[in-house]
């Protein structure tokens, strides 16, 4: 299992035109669907007189959560070609909107999915790609006498200190890449809460 993958490090565009109908693309990097939501509603307001607004979206490391809109288009003639051109980059947690403005030529569905395929690609191509780890969290807890103890195998094991709480025992939320995750589990099994 690997714990890196790929997503886009900035907010990038694209411009296509096509027998006089315009697409607008934006690639957003976002890692929630509220992330998704805003920049949707954001795009609305300030293209609210466009004829749709169209989009794909790839969440998580293993790409699990992912959606693809037509607005309105025909079936799969505008969500699933974005979609396919976010699969074809390899990335995740990303987020592409294909605003199209109306030509008064209408395109049929072969040209509205290549429209839309290659608005799409044009704002990816401009994307540049950043290198995401996979982490899992984990909750401790020790006696004061044990912090050296276990501030070695933190350091060791080059873990994350998230937080940190000292009260009548000490307290830690630790990040590790997940791979790592049965090492770290067996070095600090004694403090790990369940």
């Known amino acids: 299992m690997t714990d890196i993958y790929y997503s886009i490090e900035t907010s990038t565009e694209g411009v296509y035109k096509e027998k006089g109908s315009k697409f607008l693309a934006f690639a957003y990097p976002v890692e929630t669907e509220e992330d998704i939501k805003n920049a ?15 989009y794909a979206y790839i969440l998580g490391a293993n790409q699990e959560k992912w959606r693809a809109n037509d607005d309105g288009e ?4 505008a969500g699933t070609p974005i979609l396919n051109q976010i699969k074809a980059k390899g990335v995740s947690d990303v987020l592409v909107v294909v605003v199209r403005y109306y030509g008064g030529t209408k395109l049929g569905v072969s040209g509205l999915i290549q429209a839309y395929k290659i608005s799409a690609s044009l704002a990816l191509e401009e994307a540049k790609l950043i290198e995401k780890v996979l982490t899992v969290q984990m909750e401790i ?22 937080s940190q709480n000292f009260d009548l025992f000490c307290h830690a939320t630790l990040s590790c890449k997940k791979s790592m995750l049965s090492q770290v589990q067996e070095a600090l099994g004694n403090w790990i809460k369940t």
């Open 74 to 77: 025909p079936n799969h003639s």
């Open 40 to 54: 949707l509603n954001t795009l609305k307001k300030e293209y609210f007189d466009a004829t749709h607004h169209c």
């Open 141 to 162: 807890t020790y006696n004061y006498s044990e912090t050296s103890e276990v501030m070695n195998i933190i350091n060791k094991l080059d873990l994350k200190i998230i």
